[in-house]
């Protein structure tokens, strides 16, 4: 028996060797999520109160429970907000306002949503500025961030700062109890920014509203008059934190982050999957499975970097000039396709790249589970 589990640790630290970059970022991952229980703790001491122990694996078994006796709310939220916080104790789900959620329940949200999938998102490092570059466009309708690929994500983002990451997931507004009771409130798109660091990442919280029937920009500007007005929900970071954790402002992050999620919620993203092992110092280790990495644009990326070495090395254009490379403007590009009539009326949403010259990818952009043994 011993010998077996020797073999199977050796299996797996060769798959890990093989994973490379991928099983780096699946240690981010895990090691943001625990950042985010911290985070609950450290809440529960400024409440006068003490976490001993805190089992994520537990929000299934709630989520359960609340279909089974009747609740409902849209199926791309794994559990809402408010039902998370039953799961966490009065005590620590409200803040100071009893009106409102605790940071305790976001953080809560967030790592409940991830962990059933436990999906890890590592971009290619020249789409992920191509695309953080790219201007928001303010039309785009907030239905589109409701297709994130699973109920929660951690997306690596060092260009956020080294070792950050986000975790994103959405919080359904609306729900309805047994009986026909229920309440009714905005969506959200939560989203919590991790740093790396020695002493453990901070945490910057923050959630976005997605007005129904409204553009992102309609939905950003609204929240943004109500935050001048009334000041950032408790828990919720102001400029000078963001500045402070990352190096830039609320807006620019928000739009930066935006454009990440957005991308991951179009139609032709450019997403490749795999498993990766669960290192042997790792927390994951103590339960749960793998985590898998999705690696966001790298073949686009590839192309792009193709295309403009080709562009660099360009013959002249006849008049003894040599042409310069041309990078058109990376810009989102949205339609509505189908009938309301039909019943199959859907959001189509695209991100146009810098350069279309030799951008096409080989075959089609589906999405590929690898193995990660070597």
């Given at each position: 028996?011993?010998?077996?589990?020797?073999?199977?640790?050796?299996?797996?630290?060769?798959?890990?060797?093989?994973?490379?970059?991928?099983?780096?970022?699946?240690?981010?991952?895990?090691?943001?999520?625990?950042?985010?229980?911290?985070?609950?703790?450290?809440?529960?001491?400024?409440?006068?109160?003490?976490?001993?122990?805190?089992?994520?694996?537990?929000?299934?078994?709630?989520?359960?429970?609340?279909?089974?006796?009747?609740?409902?709310?849209?199926?791309?939220?794994?559990?809402?907000?408010?039902?998370?916080?039953?799961?966490?104790?009065?005590?620590?789900?409200?803040?100071?306002?009893?009106?409102?959620?605790?940071?305790?329940?976001?953080?809560?949200?967030?790592?409940?949503?991830?962990?059933?999938?436990?999906?890890?998102?590592?971009?290619?490092?020249?789409?992920?500025?191509?695309?953080?570059?790219?201007?928001?466009?303010?039309?785009?309708?907030?239905?589109?961030?409701?297709?994130?690929?699973?109920?929660?994500?951690?997306?690596?983002?060092p260009r956020l700062?080294?070792?950050?990451?986000?975790?994103?997931?959405?919080?359904?507004?609306?729900?309805?109890?047994?009986?026909?009771?229920?309440?009714?409130?905005?969506?959200?798109?939560?989203?919590?920014?991790?740093?790396?660091?020695?002493?453990?990442?901070?945490?910057?919280?923050?959630?976005?509203?997605?007005?129904?029937?409204?553009?992102?920009?309609?939905?950003?500007?609204?929240?943004?008059?109500?935050?001048?007005?009334?000041?950032?929900?408790?828990?919720?970071?102001?400029?000078?934190?963001?500045?402070?954790a990352i190096g830039?402002?609320?807006?620019?992050?928000?739009?930066?982050?935006?454009?990440?999620?957005?991308?991951?919620?179009?139609?032709?993203?450019?997403?490749?999957?795999?498993?990766?092992?669960?290192?042997?110092?790792?927390?994951?280790?103590?339960?749960?499975?793998?985590?898998?990495?999705?690696?966001?644009?790298?073949?686009?990326?590839?192309?792009?970097?193709?295309?403009?070495?080709?562009?660099?090395?360009?013959?002249?254009?006849?008049?003894?000039?040599?042409?310069?490379?041309?990078?058109?403007?990376?810009?989102?590009?949205?339609?509505?396709?189908?009938?309301?009539?039909?019943?199959?009326?859907?959001?189509?949403?695209?991100?146009?790249?810098?350069?279309?010259?030799?951008?096409?990818?080989?075959?089609?952009?589906?999405?590929?589970?690898?193995?990660?043994?070597?």
């Open positions: 028996m011993a010998k077996q589990e020797r073999e199977r640790r050796r299996q797996a630290q060769r798959a890990r060797r093989a994973a490379g970059a991928a099983a780096e970022v699946a240690d981010r991952a895990d090691r943001g999520v625990a950042a985010l229980v911290d985070g609950i703790g450290q809440f529960a001491t400024l409440q006068g109160k003490r976490v001993k122990s805190f089992d994520l694996e537990g929000f299934a078994s709630l989520r359960d429970s609340f279909i089974e006796r009747g609740y409902r709310w849209p199926a791309w939220c794994f559990l809402p907000a408010p039902l998370v916080g039953a799961g966490l104790g009065e005590e620590l789900a409200v803040d100071v306002n009893p009106a409102l959620i605790s940071p305790a329940t976001m953080l809560a949200t967030l790592a409940a949503a991830w962990t059933p999938g436990r999906i890890a998102v590592r971009f290619d490092d020249d789409v992920a500025k191509a695309l953080m570059d790219t201007p928001m466009e303010a039309s785009i309708p907030t239905e589109a961030l409701q297709r994130l690929p699973a109920w929660g994500l951690y997306v690596d983002c700062g080294a070792g950050a990451g986000f975790f994103v997931t959405l919080d359904a507004g609306t729900v309805m109890g047994p009986g026909g009771q229920g309440y009714t409130e905005l969506d959200e798109l939560v989203v919590a920014v991790v740093r790396g660091g020695d002493e453990g990442p901070p945490l910057v919280i923050s959630s976005l509203w997605l007005r129904p029937a409204a553009t992102i920009g309609e939905s950003l500007t609204e929240q943004a008059e109500q935050t001048q007005r009334l000041g950032p929900n408790f828990g919720e970071a102001g400029d000078e934190e963001w500045v402070a830039m402002g609320r807006a620019e992050a928000t739009a930066r982050i935006l454009s990440l999620v957005l991308y991951l919620c179009s139609d032709d993203s450019d997403v490749t999957r795999r498993e990766v092992p669960t290192s042997a110092s790792s927390r994951r280790a103590r339960g749960g499975g793998e985590t898998v990495v999705m690696s966001a644009g790298f073949r686009l990326g590839a192309a792009l970097r193709l295309a403009v070495a080709e562009h660099a090395s360009a013959a002249g254009d006849g008049t003894g000039h040599r042409v310069a490379p041309h990078l058109r403007r990376a810009h989102w590009h949205h339609f509505w396709a189908g009938s309301e009539t039909r019943g199959d009326r859907h959001l189509r949403l695209h991100w146009v790249s810098p350069i279309r010259v030799n951008t096409e990818l080989p075959g089609e952009l589906m999405t590929v589970v690898r193995s990660a043994d070597p």
